[in-house]
């Protein structure tokens, strides 16, 4: 069995190696220079699909060898084809289109390498192809090398009919440039900021998961509502490297957040009706961890979000394209559609809503016994409710502004930024540093010799037998 499995990968290599020698031989034993054709030599692009020239009433495509001098129809000893779109990997693959009036210029150059100039608006239609182009500061050139481009020729049904050139080429390496104000925002700051609040994320929820005392159902309810914002933190921290993701990982990376978001609401909303609810039992008695309540919740919570995410996946995959996109260069599932954000925008509203009616519900029965006496256990439900409001202000006003920051402006960027700087810092404040009783236990537990054992009569019978 070792044996059979070894002579097939000898053969599998060998082949290659055939295949590998067999191109090399026709690429400089002749002297042809190899181009890369986006489509059959017999095919050109049809509003970017391949079909064949002679039912478009078009000429197939010919290349045109540019000189490394600029100048136009240079001489070579042959060419061939080889046929594909380019394998760029983790790299993005972007469409270039060269007609007479377009800015960008494409220039086919002896060695087989594809040169793009992209020239200044003023500039002369032909400055482009000047001895001297890479001396010039306004128009830029990039080449491109063999097999990371295709070529062909492409026509369009609608918009510019006429035809044109058009290459496919791989996104091409972007020098760091760290004297630029908006590179060290976008690269360096910006991470950095979604690193700081992971780590802050990660403390709040530590604090909640570690002390017995604090996992109780509202403990476990924010903890679960720190996960589910650092999965998105980590989602946009990925995001902003765009240079090391591909067409699938932007669809993957863009559910990701907005599905993190939408079960952040949803566990808000479970911890508003808990409090709503219990405020209006007569007998309130919290325990420390109550985990069939949280299996409950766990089921609104997760079970809503999987099935409005599935709905979502499912608008964007199936009802968001009209027109099949088979043998189509370029890759329409690059980021989530519309109708797809428009699910997880109707629901985050809807939601938001909700936790909105049990603000307003809890807050007048609060209001109509003002004159109430409460005991400590009621006093903790009621800084239980400050800091569910507290939460959904911030969070609502945080995905507002995401909102806002999607429009297509440059100032709009720094609105994200901010977010991402303040939103986990503020969370801290709201859950761990604003909350006595959780600062009291946090300094119990870190500056007392013997351990916590809240886990039987919870924080309130803890400080009750600690107080002074």
Not at 63 to 71: A, L, R, S, V
Not at 216 to 235: K, P, R, S
Not at 240 to 257: K, S
Not at 370 to 383: C, E, F, P, Q, V
Request: a neutral charge; charged letters at 15%.
């Amino acid at each position: 069995m070792f044996y059979y499995k070894l002579t097939t990968i000898l053969l599998i290599v060998l082949l290659v190696l055939c295949r590998n020698c067999r191109s090399f031989r026709s690429d400089y034993n002749n002297g042809s220079v190899r181009v890369n054709k986006c489509c059959e030599p017999n095919e050109i692009l049809v509003d970017l699909r391949c079909a064949n020239a002679n039912e478009s009433n078009q000429e197939v495509w010919s290349p045109i060898f540019t000189g490394f001098d600029g100048k136009a129809n240079a001489q070579v000893p042959g060419f061939w084809f080889a046929v594909g779109i380019p394998q760029c990997s983790q790299k993005q693959m972007w469409p270039i289109y060269y007609y007479p009036t377009s800015r960008d210029r494409l220039a086919l150059l002896p060695d087989g390498r594809l040169r793009h100039y992209i020239q200044n608006s003023d500039d002369d239609d032909n400055a482009a192809f000047d001895s001297d182009v890479e001396k010039s500061e306004e128009t830029m050139l990039y080449d491109y090398a063999q097999g990371q481009y295709c070529m062909d020729r492409a026509v369009a049904t609608k918009g510019i009919t006429y035809p044109s050139e058009f290459a496919m080429v791989c996104s091409p390496e972007k020098e760091s440039n760290w004297k630029d104000t908006d590179f060290l925002l976008r690269k360096v700051v910006n991470p950095v900021c979604h690193g700081i609040s992971i780590t802050i994320l990660l403390v709040v929820g530590i604090c909640y998961f570690v002390v017995p005392s604090l996992r109780d159902l509202v403990g476990n309810i924010i903890t679960t509502i720190t996960c589910c914002l650092i999965v998105g933190q980590v989602a946009n921290l990925m995001r902003i490297f765009t240079e090391f993701r591909n067409h699938f990982n932007f669809l993957i990376l863009d559910i990701l957040a907005e599905v993190s978001v939408m079960a952040t609401f949803f566990w808000l909303s479970s911890l508003g009706y808990f409090i709503w609810k219990t405020f209006r039992q007569r007998n309130v008695f919290l325990r420390v961890t109550d985990g069939k309540k949280y299996c409950w919740y766990s089921f609104y919570a997760w079970g809503s979000t999987l099935c409005m995410a599935s709905l979502g996946t499912f608008a964007h995959l199936f009802l968001d394209i009209n027109i099949p996109k088979k043998n189509s260069l370029v890759d329409e599932h690059e980021t989530i559609g519309v109708l797809c954000l428009l699910v997880f925008f109707v629901t985050n509203c809807i939601v938001i809503g909700l936790s909105i009616y049990f603000y307003v519900s809890t807050q007048n029965y609060l209001s109509n016994r003002l004159n109430a006496s409460y005991g400590r256990i009621h006093h903790k439900l009621k800084s239980n409710f400050i800091m569910f409001a507290l939460l959904l202000i911030l969070l609502t006003v945080s995905y507002v502004l995401t909102l806002i920051s999607w429009i297509e402006y440059e100032g709009m960027f720094y609105i994200n930024l901010a977010i991402s700087a303040i939103q986990a810092p503020l969370v801290l404040y709201i859950c761990v540093l604003r909350q006595k009783h959780v600062t009291y236990l946090l300094q119990k537990a870190c500056c007392s010799k013997q351990p916590l054992s809240g886990a039987d009569w919870g924080d309130e019978m803890t400080y009750i037998n600690t107080a002074h």
